[in-house]
């Protein structure tokens, strides 16, 4: 009796162990999909039309935060939010965050919240420098700051490894070293940043583009670690720099369209697992994009996960370039795409310039 009451306690954690994976093996479904209004129609700056391209979404369990990859004009910001509500959310005008550091701040491309759900944090494309110059230094920031406060209080910090700095360029020294190869033996010179997770005491950095300049390189899915740790409210990070996962698509999934790429990694601190979304922009094939998931031993060893479709068992597949990720439930997640400029679907609805596409994916 003893035996089989310990084998059966055995058996429940086990099960209780695998029930997260198990439920994301069963697949996921797309259960809305709908359009946002960034800002009024019909704004322009410099004389041309504004295009929402949004790029980051987070949910901080009180807000919605979005950012638009595309500088905004005035008192419009980049950063924006609204109440988060299950209805009708959208019916007023999102609020903007015009503080200094995220109105200068250019190219936004990932959120992140760390698992205690104390900090958020938010990234650039690292993907612009100019040599000599200064002008370019705003391309090369990864801002922080407590989630305590609202909003409209926010007084974001930059993460800086070197004294004096206003952005980020100390880190981006450190990453373009961290991604060093035979071929460019002195750091990378070309790189760009679309993806951010924070745990405990690590940060990942999702790179999607590596190579020698910004119409010459090749599409990634790398993960870049560091630790790091907060000295009271500001963050200190390590020189510990290193390689997680460098991943091959095309022999995880042949089937998948080429050139698929990193756009997006967060960490799910319920399930302890990653999640990744991959993203194609094409002339011939369109947009369109894919979600995986890997606990971090996955990534180790360059494995993913490919969500598919309950309904069907196809790879779930986002007709939009799917840009990031944040959970709006214990099963649910938001994902918001960037389109760039192009007038996509949603339904019978066409995409207008103010306008970003986003989908809910349910488990």
């Known amino acids: 009796m003893k035996t089989s009451y310990f084998s059966l306690v055995a058996i429940l954690l086990l099960v209780g162990c695998q029930r997260p994976a198990s439920k994301l093996m069963d697949g996921g479904a797309i259960v809305k999909e709908g359009l946002i209004d960034c800002f009024q129609p019909g704004l322009q700056a410099g004389g041309r039309e504004v295009w929402c391209e949004a790029s980051a979404v987070l949910s901080d369990g009180k807000n919605l935060l979005f950012a638009n990859d595309k500088d905004m004009p005035d008192a419009d910001a980049a950063v924006f939010y609204w109440v988060y509500s299950a209805n009708n959310m959208w019916s007023k005008k999102p609020t903007y965050l015009s503080q200094n550091l995220f109105k200068t701040s250019q190219k936004y491309e990932d959120f992140s919240l760390t698992p205690d759900r104390k900090y958020a944090f938010l990234t650039t494309g690292f993907d612009r420098v100019k040599e000599g110059s200064t002008e370019w230094d705003s391309y090369n920031s990864l801002l922080y700051w407590p989630v305590s406060e609202t909003p409209q209080k926010i007084q974001p910090k930059a993460v ?115 999640w990744i979304l991959t993203s194609i922009e094409s002339e011939t ?55 760039d400029r192009n007038r996509t679907k949603v339904g019978n609805q066409t995409r207008q310039p103010h306008q970003a596409a986003y989908s809910i994916v349910e488990f």
């Not at 998931?293 to 993913?304: F, H, P, T, V, Y």
Request: aromatic letters at 12%; charged letters at 25%; hydrophobic letters at 40%.
């Open 285 to 339: 094939q369109g947009n369109s994009a894919y979600l995986w998931w890997a606990s971090e031993e996955e990534l180790k060893k360059d494995q993913l996960n490919l969500v598919t479709d309950r309904s069907t068992g196809l790879p779930l597949k986002f007709t939009h370039k799917a840009e990031d990720l944040t959970a709006v439930g214990e099963n649910r997640l938001f994902v918001i795409h960037d389109d």
């Open 160 to 274: 800086h490894l070197k004294t004096g700095e206003k952005f980020s360029m100390g880190l981006r020294e450190a990453l373009s070293q961290a991604l060093l190869s035979p071929e460019f033996p002195q750091g990378m010179p070309y790189f760009k940043v679309e993806g951010f997770a924070a745990t405990e005491n690590k940060f990942y950095f999702g790179i999607r583009e590596e190579g020698k300049k910004y119409d010459d390189f090749k599409y990634k899915v790398k993960v870049l670690t560091v630790s790091y740790h907060f000295v009271g409210d500001s963050v200190a990070m390590g020189t510990d720099f290193q390689t997680l996962a460098d991943i091959d698509i095309a022999s995880l999934q042949p089937n998948l369209p080429k050139s698929l790429a990193l756009s997006c990694i967060e960490y799910d601190a319920n399930r302890k697992i990653f």
